[in-house]
């Protein structure tokens, strides 16, 4: 047949909008944008012989921490999107558009969602020498002496502090904020005394109840968790419709091939429905398992932007 300039015209174009053809990686980085020892970090190493075992090839994590978590998140945005660096991260990530001044990525187009792992209430405590029984006897004890009621959090931005400035601000009083690098920090400054409550995930809480040296009184939740029976919801005390969710999700860099995606989507899957390894999240991080896909994943982490940003931006907080 003879090649004509018009052909070779065609095929010339053809390679100029065609999508770069990657190798496939010999190995997958599980970015972790936290450092060693969170939950991020325990559901990325709870994947990882799983995911080497269905991948075929070397899988590795990595902690690339700083900045609210944009750090990693942006190290695995200018990644090459070939299956070879995936972001494993947590609920603070949606946070990260409006708690920065210059995020070093924008993470809503420079990173596709992958899986939705599951979810898990915040909840509040006290401690148990305080007073506080319910959420109802802080709204009392603020509002006969303000700035009198303190909570602690694992630092400014995180849902535990926008979640109880919402609720302040609902319930009109001001709790003031002590905000700390860290669940362990927190905890361990509630369980002396030094401040009167702590807002965190259902998992930092929920070992330390069996001490009984802090009392839980609120959960965020839509529904009450089952090793909190006796706790009741934000919903049930008076504050409709509002809930706090860890959750955990996957991303890859935007441009990653839907193969690429719809394989690693699978593979997590498989992977999360092993009983041992569900169970383990569940009673480890109170986990709901949602095993959602890229398209779930995309719908509820645009929702989280939303809401989360529109509370950083309505009170003026800042990293």
């Known amino acids: 047949m003879e090649i004509t300039r018009r052909i070779l015209l065609a095929g010339s174009a053809a390679l100029a909008v065609a999508p770069p053809a990657f190798a496939a990686p010999s190995t997958t980085t599980l970015v972790v944008p936290f450092p060693p020892g969170g939950s991020t970090d325990a559901l990325a190493r709870l994947l990882q012989p799983g995911l080497q075992a269905a991948l075929g090839h070397n899988v590795i994590v990595e902690n690339k921490s700083g900045a609210a978590g944009s750090v990693g998140a942006a190290y695995v945005a200018k990644s090459t999107p070939d299956g070879s660096s995936f972001l494993v991260t947590f609920d603070s990530h949606a946070v990260i558009p409006a708690i920065l001044d210059q995020p070093p990525l924008n993470v809503e187009t420079e990173l596709v969602p992958v899986f939705l792992v599951g979810t898990a209430p915040y909840v509040i405590a006290a401690n148990a020498d305080k007073p506080y029984r319910t959420f109802a006897d802080v709204v009392k004890a ?21 979640a109880m400035t919402v609720l302040g601000k609902k319930a009109g009083v001001e709790i003031t904020h002590v905000p700390y690098r ?112 890229s398209k779930e994943l995309g719908t509820f982490f645009a929702k989280e932007v939303k809401f989360w940003g529109d509370v950083v931006r309505e009170n003026h907080i800042r990293a």
């Open 182 to 293: 860290g669940g362990g920090p927190a905890m361990n400054d509630v369980l002396g005394g030094h401040v009167d409550l702590i807002a965190g995930s259902a998992a930092l809480i929920t070992p330390q109840l069996e001490g009984k040296r802090i009392r839980p009184i609120m959960q965020l939740g839509r529904e009450r968790l089952s090793a909190l029976p006796d706790t009741p919801t934000a919903i049930e005390s008076g504050f409709p419709n509002f809930e706090t969710l860890a959750w955990w999700g996957i991303f890859a860099p935007k441009d990653t091939p839907a193969d690429v995606i719809a394989g690693m989507e699978k593979s997590i899957r498989n992977i999360l429905k092993e009983p041992a390894l569900s169970a383990n999240l569940r009673e480890s991080q109170m986990m709901t398992l949602v095993l959602g896909g």
């Open 142 to 162: 603020c509002k006969e002496k303000p700035g009198s009621v303190r909570y602690a959090s694992v630092g400014i931005g995180t849902l535990g502090h926008l």
